[in-house]
């Protein structure tokens, strides 16, 4: 079954302090892997699509990074507008009938 | 460029009422997508539809209902309704929906609140 799990469920950092989230997904075969923001009472907004390993996008502070078994969201230098929940989500190739499959997501909270 | 707009935006209903949300995707846009959005569970799809045409189900039971127009906008029904279908109802335009990996477009949603 086509899977999407989102580490950690809850992140605090303080202004300028950079980290990492994680997306690790099985999927009977990969055919995009996205990450979208959601802040409170909004629709999911798309930051990236990654499509085979070893592929690394970039937006401002914010590079996504994509393995065989997961990706990575690294914020460098956070501020507090970029507090919000950040979702990631895979489309395969077979099986899921093409519709993304989401992750829970990951609420991170900038602190200044 | 309008967005994706979604009708109402709160609503409250009690249990074995029905409820229907509508969706107006992007200009151009003749796939729609619906998801339904939970604390516990997350983004979860509901249907699909492209040009007119029901394209993909989720796992979801009959209850659950959508269709689209012509002009691309798009319902969903939910009939009889239950406490467990209070959620954050997520619609979603792209050019081609699942035949592609474009980016999906969403709307802010329609919050449905069943007592």
């Known amino acids: 079954e086509d899977q999407v799990t989102q580490s950690p469920e809850a992140l605090r950092l303080q202004e300028g302090e950079s980290s990492s989230l994680n997306c690790s997904y099985t999927?009977?075969?990969?055919?995009?892997l996205f990450w979208y923001r959601q802040d409170p009472g909004k629709g999911p907004e798309f930051l990236f699509t990654?499509?085979?390993a070893g592929e690394e996008k970039e937006k401002e502070r914010l590079k996504a990074t994509l393995t065989k078994k997961e990706s990575f969201l690294h914020i460098t230098a956070p501020k507090p507008e970029d507090s919000a929940t950040y979702l990631c989500?895979?489309?395969?190739?077979?099986?899921?009938?093409?519709?993304?499959?989401f992750g829970k997501g990951t609420k991170l909270s900038v602190k200044p | 460029k309008a967005g994706v707009t979604q009708t109402p935006r709160y609503l409250i209903k009690t249990r074995g009422q029905q409820v229907t949300l509508s969706c107006s995707p992007i200009?151009?846009?003749?796939?729609v997508s619906w998801y339904q959005q939970t604390p516990g569970q997350g983004l979860q799809f509901l249907f699909e539809?492209?040009?007119?045409?029901?394209?993909n189900k989720g796992n979801f039971p009959g209850r659950f209902s959508g269709r689209q127009f012509s002009n691309s906008r798009s319902e969903m029904n939910v009939s009889t309704l239950e406490l467990g279908d209070s959620a954050l109802y997520l619609c979603?335009?792209?050019?081609?929906?699942?035949?592609?990996?474009?980016?999906?477009?969403f709307g802010e949603g329609s919050r449905l609140t069943v007592l």
């Open positions: 979603a335009s792209s050019i081609f929906g699942s035949l592609d990996t474009g980016e999906l477009f």
């Open positions: 999927v009977s075969g990969l055919r995009g």
């Open positions: 990654l499509y085979s």
């Open positions: 989500a895979v489309q395969a190739t077979f099986g899921s009938q093409g519709n993304l499959i």
């Open positions: 200009s151009g846009h003749r796939s």
């Open positions: 539809y492209f040009s007119e045409t029901q394209r």
